[in-house]
């Protein structure tokens, strides 16, 4: 066609190249089409209360819990499940979780947005403990 130049080799290259990645991102953030990480839909035992030292926090990555104790003893726990894409948080250092998808981070003691992406704090589970034992369920 007149007066249109025509996509030299390296642009169609270029485009090429790109779209298989752009596919990939979309996908990653989109969470995909299999099951996710697990989600609690009953209490399940965690582990020795004295994993636990006031203050301190304690990921439960087979699980997806963080639990953590206040300075007073009184337990908290959250889903570990990011509230962005969906992601299970695999790092904790200190009171800091941070998921390894996009890098959201989670205060363990609140359940508080750190930093974005994520504007959602996690979700609060219900936590006790029973001869010892920490058990952690749905609904807070």
Same mark, same amino acid.
């Given at each position: 066609m007149p007066g249109r130049p025509s996509a030299s080799r390296r642009t169609v290259l270029r485009g090429a190249a790109l779209t298989p990645v752009a596919g990939l991102a979309l996908t990653a953030c989109a969470g995909g089409e299999g099951a996710g990480p697990a989600r609690l839909t009953e209490p399940v035992e965690l582990g020795a209360? %004295?994993?636990?030292?006031?203050? %301190?926090?304690?990921?439960?990555?087979?699980?997806?819990?963080?639990?953590?104790?206040?300075?007073?003893?009184?337990?908290?726990?959250?889903?570990?499940?990011?509230?962005?894409?969906?992601?299970?948080?695999n790092k904790l250092e200190g009171t800091t979780l941070t998921?390894?998808?996009?890098?959201?981070?989670?205060?363990?003691?609140?359940?508080?947005?750190?930093?974005?992406?994520?504007?959602?704090?996690?979700?609060?589970?219900?936590?006790?403990?029973?001869?010892?034992?920490?058990v952690a369920g749905p609904g807070a």
């Open positions: 209360e %004295s994993e636990i030292a006031k203050g %301190s926090a304690k990921l439960y990555r087979d699980k997806n819990v963080v639990v953590s104790r206040a300075e007073n003893g009184s337990l908290k726990a959250f889903s570990s499940i990011c509230t962005h894409a969906g992601c299970a948080i998921c390894p998808c996009h890098a959201s981070e989670f205060d363990a003691t609140t359940g508080e947005v750190l930093q974005a992406p994520a504007t959602v704090p996690l979700k609060e589970l219900s936590v006790e403990t029973k001869d010892g034992k920490i």
